[in-house]
């Protein structure tokens, strides 16, 4: 459970049980709110319990399935901020609905929202985003992997007072300003599949091709076309 406190409402955040509009075990809820999920198993309930002077009112929002209750709402000067999976809301408390969305179109899940002064800093699985308090994309930035560590004792996401600190999963470093400008990039030449080799206990050394992948690092990388060429080059050598 968390909770917020938005002019005079009092606003407390809990996970809630799967929903059917069809079903009668349902619980009883004064408003229910979908984002652009289907009624079904593979999706995360939450209610928000608003109350203003001594009355109170229950919001059911049905999200996607990949969004932390713990982590994905925080305050907002018009009333809450949402992250729900691939989309961004501004959840109105007076209006009890949802006032704007944005869709954020990552590649991949997004992880967690971080207050930045007015704005927010969306942790996600292959991208980092500035969002604005209108929820206007400021900037966003991928690296050559997602933002997640295999092995090290350093989170692959902290921020720090004046930059972005990242490791992606190959353990390549970078640091980031908060205008999204690269200001550091440490390339880890002896980069580990984890995924072969781990019987011989070796290290694979890396080719150079950070110049090719430079070109997708400025938010319109797209992994579905290193893929393709990934597979085009397998297939060439089959024939």
Known sequence: MRTFKYKDYDITVHTEPKYNPNSMDNLPYDKV???????????????????????????????????????????????????????????????????KKVDLEPYGTTERP???GEDYIIHGEMNIYRVSKNLEIKWQYSGRDIWE????????????????????????????DYDGNLL???????????????????????????KKLREYRNGTRNPLRLLSRFFKGRNSRNL
């Open 33 to 99: 709110i979908p984002i652009e999920v289907p009624f079904d198993d593979f999706n995360t309930c939450f209610s928000l319990n608003i109350e203003k002077d001594g009355e109170s009112t229950s919001v059911l929002i049905i999200a996607p399935h990949y969004i932390s209750v713990e982590s994905c709402v925080l305050p907002h000067e018009k009333g809450l901020f949402m992250l729900l999976d691939n989309f961004v809301c501004l959840f109105d408390v007076e209006a009890m609905e949802i006032v």
């Open 114 to 116: 971080y207050i930045y």
């Open 149 to 176: 560590r295999y092995h090290g004792p350093e989170p692959a996401f902290e921020m720090k007072k004046d930059r972005i600190c990242l490791y992606d999963f190959m353990d390549n470093y970078y640091e980031l």
């Open 184 to 210: 550091f990039e440490k390339e880890n030449p002896y980069q580990v599949n984890p995924y072969i080799g781990k019987e011989a206990n070796n290290e694979q050394k890396r080719p150079d091709d950070s």
